[in-house]
Structure formats: C-alpha cells, structure tokens
C-alpha cells in the first residue's frame, strides 16, 4: 500500500524532536477520586488493601487509605502523550520516587520539563515531578524518543 493511500498522519503528531528546547515545560493536572483508584486497582490488578480499605488504611503509617503511587506516575504519561512532546513520542524510560501520599479529593499536577536533547538518538530527557497543593509527591527522569520531521 502507497503512503498516500495509507494516509498522512502529520496532523495527529505533537511537537517534533527540532522544535524542542531546553527547559519547555508542559503539565496536566487531575482530581484523584474514588473512581479513579476501584478502575486502577482493575485494570492494574493492584489490589492491596491500602488503596481499598479505608480500616486496613487507619492502621498504617498514612491513617487512611492512599492512591496507588502509579496512577500518579500515570498522570505523567498523559503529559507526554498528550501535550509535550504529544502524540507520536515513544516513551523509553522513567525513574521515580515516591515522596508522599495522594489522597481521594487531591489534585495531582503532573509536570514534564525538557532538561536535555540528544540530537543524533533524537531523545529527550525530562525531569518529572508531581505535585499536590505544591508538596513534591513524586519525582524522577524520563526518556523520551521524539520523531524528527521527514
């Protein structure tokens, strides 16, 4: 099948890897609820009774029930394939550490920043960081390949 009866899908991709620089800075912010965490435990098979049981929860160190640590680490997954690079970018790595917990009803602001830019691999490394209420409740580096113009 020829290109043009594939198609041109150009209109779909986000940033390509020459119009970024140094220090662009995307986010993508979200109100975890109950819903949120019942469809990750589902879809993650994480079911650990500190994300479910509010009981199981009071009696750990964090007196409730928390968030699973990678639904906020999610959030940053949206940011790049969404708005920075945006669509097209092939996700390759992500360090993370997690800070503090995340509550039903908190905001979780999930940021991406470009810190370097290999021109012959065409990656991007970016710090990552989430934030509630501006408390850093993750933080880490990612990886990113990011498709050149033709």
Known sequence: MSTDAQGS???FYGY?????????????GHTVSE??????AGVSGD???????????A??????????????ASYISTVFGTKLP?????????????KAPVR????????ATVVELNTDKRRARFKTECTVAGKV??????????????
């Open 35 to 40: 819903a949120d965490i019942l469809m990750f």
């Open 137 to 150: 409740v993750l933080d880490g580096e990612a990886e990113i390949m990011v498709p050149a113009r033709a």
């Open 16 to 28: 390509r890897f020459e119009d970024l620089e140094v220090g662009m800075s995307a986010a993508y």
């Open 9 to 11: 899908f150009d209109e």
């Open 59 to 72: 009696a750990t160190m964090f007196g409730g029930r928390i968030a699973h640590g990678m639904l906020s």
């Open 104 to 111: 039903i009803g908190d905001t979780v602001v999930a940021r």
């Open 86 to 98: 945006g669509p097209g970018c092939i996700y390759l790595s992500q360090s993370l550490r997690f």
């Open 47 to 57: 079911t650990n009774p500190v994300h479910l049981n509010e009981e199981f929860g």
